[in-house]
């Protein structure tokens, strides 16, 4: 019968997506136990899981006693980094997908809007200004790389709201902010001398060292309720997909809502990067695969990209720390790696774009 048919596919077209989500959470759930093996002590995988569950459940341990030991470096030193791995790689994915949707444009990402430079000059005057990245300094890099990244996402976003732009204008304004935000970065770097440099230069291409537990709390309580917005206003999305125009003709307030969505994932996004520095490709290339693998609902596309994004920024993170062990790479060098010929492998599958597919 036609209803039992389209009953029996739509379940296919669900059962589908579920599982590519549910596999990507499985990557997730063992990429962090791996990632909680690195550094010092040698805990075993199950074991990393059993600690973490002790803990939680509120196990107490005689202080010096190898359980101590194993509760502290699990859950004091490691999985801090995990954590923000995973709050850091889903907001991004998520906000990459969100601003695909919006622009109609499948090279749009989280850094669209220039927020990426803007960070970039805010941390670069907190580090010329003497603050360091460690201890109750390092909230001084933190504050001003986040409140200079909104600078050039809001200029973009008023700009647009004084005068009609389509997508395509606003992706232009956005690289005009970030080549004018890198020439002052350059300006002020080329008169510093060679420790300023190498420290701005290491917090431009991203890491997720030196991490504690009261470092989460901004960008963890930002990233979850920005997900979660952005799942409710899903719906809406997938009519923005279909252009300006008919989202309008099917009474969607196309001007006003892509400001709060601007807005929304600016606060996201500079939340993250101004405690990680600048991780690229991962808002750029997660929804991509996640579009190619369950198609372009985002109903389904946000979720599946919260969960791979934040298994591919913890791979990958893993594997920086582990190339060169007992160093460490910074984890923004590994996704440049790996983000690049991903990206080219998906290009090169896709063989061009007519938009959001």
């Known amino acids: 019968m036609p209803d039992q048919d389209f ?5 296919r077209y669900v059962r589908h997506k579920l599982i590519f989500i549910i596999a990507a959470l499985a990557i997730l759930a063992i990429a962090a136990g791996i990632s909680c093996l690195v550094d010092g002590r040698p805990i075993g995988v199950l074991d990393v899981y059993r600690i973490i569950w002790e803990h939680l459940t509120g196990a107490k341990y005689e202080y010096a006693t190898p359980e101590y030991w194993d509760d502290f470096v699990v859950c004091q030193m490691r999985l801090p980094r995990t954590v923000l791995a995973i709050i850091a790689g889903s907001s991004l994915a998520v906000c990459g997908a969100v601003m695909q949707s919006i622009m109609s444009n499948p090279l749009a990402d989280p850094y669209t809007t220039g927020m990426s430079s803007g960070a970039c000059l805010g941390a670069i005057i907190a580090i010329v200004m003497g603050f360091a990245f460690t ?3 390092m909230y001084g890099i933190v504050g001003m790389s986040f409140l200079v990244a909104l600078i050039p996402a809001f200029v973009v976003i008023l700009v647009s ?3 009609s732009t389509s997508p395509a204008t606003l992706i232009l304004m956005g690289t005009i902010m970030s080549y004018m935000f890198g020439a002052v970065n350059t300006l002020i770097l080329v008169h510093q001398e060679g420790e300023t440099l190498s420290a701005a230069y290491l ?3 991203g890491s997720l060292d030196n991490v504690v537990w009261s470092d989460l709390l901004v960008p963890g309580i930002v990233s979850v309720v920005g997900c979660i917005a952005m799942l409710a206003m899903s719906g809406k999305l997938n009519v923005m997909m279909m252009g300006d125009d008919q989202a309008r003709s099917m009474g969607l307030d196309v001007d006003n809502f892509r400001t709060v969505l601007l807005l929304a ?4 996004v500079a ?3 101004s405690f990680t520095g600048i991780l690229g490709f991962v808002g750029l290339v997660a929804p991509h695969i996640v579009r190619m693998a369950i198609g372009s609902d985002n109903k389904y596309v946000i979720p599946a990209s919260m969960a791979f994004g934040s298994a591919l ?3 990958t993170d893993t594997i920086a720390r582990l190339v060169v062990y007992p160093y460490e790479i910074p984890v923004g060098i590994i996704l440049m790696f790996i983000g690049g010929p991903l990206f080219l492998f998906v290009v090169v599958r896709k063989r061009g774009y007519g938009g959001i597919y």
């Open 135 to 137: 201890g109750p300094s």
């Open 7 to 11: 009953a029996d596919g739509y379940l």
């Open 265 to 268: 994932m600016s606060v996201m």
């Open 203 to 205: 917090w431009t291409i």
């Open 313 to 315: 920024l913890l791979v």
């Open 161 to 163: 709201r004084v005068v």
């Open 271 to 273: 939340s993250i990067i």
